[in-house]
């Protein structure tokens, strides 16, 4: 079975352009949450989907950035325009259910903002 | 405002000797703690998981101690291996799952042999 993949691995764009991350969950994940490590930091929540629609979109930190799933499958996650502040790693976890042990990680993607 | 706290940056440990990586948390509305473990380039792993209702849970070389009243909670691994070496990240949440993952900074464990 495949696990949840993330493209592309690495990203280093210059500041005010904009980056589209990409998330395949593994198949039949109802549930798609996008997370977000900043060097030295925790790993942050930034939203929820279930299937489609956004079950919580708390954690995303200004209207700069917009999630998409649509059709309930892979997800995107759009920085536009994108600030310095925005470089860490981005992670895509997906799970069948919303017991939280049962999320599946990503490899991330590694943004860098210049 | 951290509600999960890992102190300890990082933890080198003896090959055969037991590893501590210690987590407190602040919010008394988490019922529900699990660690992760993370190598370079990869995400992080779900490894144990405890609910509030015990105080120990133990999955082979992994034991994880919860300690309502101080709000804390440590993982313990014994014998330590070198494939333990790892950046070990606590969590917490509600048992529903119906809140998000709240994590701490981690902790990188190296193990020398």
């Known amino acids: 079975e495949a696990g949840v993949t993330q493209f592309p691995s690495h990203s280093v764009i210059e500041k005010g352009q904009t980056v589209t991350l990409r998330c395949d969950p593994i198949s039949g994940h109802d549930n798609l949450y996008w997370y977000r490590r900043v060097m030295g930091k925790e790993i942050k929540f930034l939203l929820h989907f279930v299937k489609e629609s956004k079950q919580d979109e708390s954690g995303m930190p200004n209207n700069r950035f917009l999630a998409e799933r649509t059709g309930g499958t892979y997800s995107t996650l759009k920085v536009q325009p994108a600030e310095l502040e925005d470089s860490g790693v981005y992670f895509c976890a997906s799970s069948p259910g919303l017991a939280t042990d049962t999320q599946y990680f990503g490899p991330g993607t590694r943004l860098t903002v210049l | 405002d951290q509600q999960v706290k890992q102190n300890s940056p990082s933890l080198s440990v003896q090959e055969g000797r037991i590893s501590i990586l210690n987590c407190d948390y602040t919010n008394s509305m988490f019922d529900y703690f699990l660690w992760y473990k993370k190598y370079p380039a990869e995400g992080p792993t779900f490894l144990i998981s405890?609910?509030?209702?015990?105080d120990k849970n133990e999955d082979g070389r992994f034991t994880v101690f919860l300690n309502k009243s101080a709000k804390h909670l440590s993982l313990h691994i014994v014998p330590s291996q070198p494939g333990d070496s790892a950046v070990y990240f606590c969590?917490?949440?509600?048992?529903?799952?119906?809140?998000?993952?709240?994590f701490g900074k981690g902790t990188r464990l190296s193990v020398i042999a």
């Open positions: 405890i609910s509030s209702i015990k």
């Open positions: 969590a917490a949440s509600d048992y529903s799952g119906n809140t998000p993952l709240v």
